[in-house]
T-cell receptor, first 112, second 111 residues
């Protein structure tokens, strides 16, 4: 069985400041890792994914994440946020042949 | 290429009724997954269909069912609706098993 923990339910940050959204997972098998973003009244949009290879993954909208196998973490970062980044962010894991498991989400609020 | 579409976008039903939601995947995608999203439980996996066969199922009661047609379109049905079934129901399609594209969801309100 897999599980995902997102340690912060809400993260307020000022515009143009850096941000890190934390994600930890547990799994007995190798996993694929994902970050999704959800804007109000919309579905989920894939930001980035880690399947294999380089542990530093770059995604859309200037986001990046680093896979750390020893710490079972996949934290999401952005060096400078914009008002338009205000949304809910979900970390997800998927073991081979298994379904997606999503974390509870982190609400990012970018303040002017 | 058109994205995943879900109909209807909003729905209001009464307790005890049944409801059918529809999902049209991205052209060429043969896998369709369904999720329930609520403020309390977050995103929970309902089931996945691939080539008209249910391939995976989450921990939901038998009142929740689904099917997939030969054109990959999928429907999910909830019978004997309960207040707790009020949620955003999301459909996702994929070509590869690890690349899911989500639709905008159907917001179901049960009164």
């Amino acid at each position: 069985a897999q599980s995902v923990t997102q340690l912060d339910s809400q993260v307020p940050v000022f515009e143009e400041a850096p941000v890190e959204l934390r994600c930890n997972y547990s799994s007995s098998v190798s996993v694929y890792l994902f970050w999704y973003v959800q804007y109000p009244n919309q579905g989920l949009q894939l930001l980035l994914k880690y399947l294999s290879g380089s542990t530093l993954v770059k995604g859309i909208n200037g986001f990046e994440a680093e896979f750390n196998k020893s710490q079972t973490s996949f934290h999401l970062r952005k060096p400078s946020v914009h008002i338009s980044d205000t949304a809910e962010y979900f970390c997800a894991v998927m073991g081979y042949g298994q379904n997606f498991v999503f974390g509870p989400g982190t609400r990012l609020s970018v303040l002017p | 290429k058109a994205g995943v579409t879900q109909t209807p976008r909003y729905l209001i039903k009464t307790r005890g009724q049944q409801v059918t939601l529809s999902c049209s995947p991205i052209s060429g995608h043969r896998s369709v997954s369904w999720y329930q999203q609520t403020p309390g439980q977050g995103l929970q996996f309902l089931f996945e269909y691939f080539s008209e066969t249910q391939r995976n199922k989450g921990n939901f009661p038998g009142r929740f069912s689904g099917r997939q047609f030969s054109n990959s379109r999928s429907e999910m049905n909830v019978s004997t609706l309960e207040l707790g079934d009020s949620a955003l129901y999301l459909c996702a399609s994929s070509l590869e098993p690890y690349e899911q594209y989500f639709g905008p969801g159907t917001r179901l309100t049960v009164t």
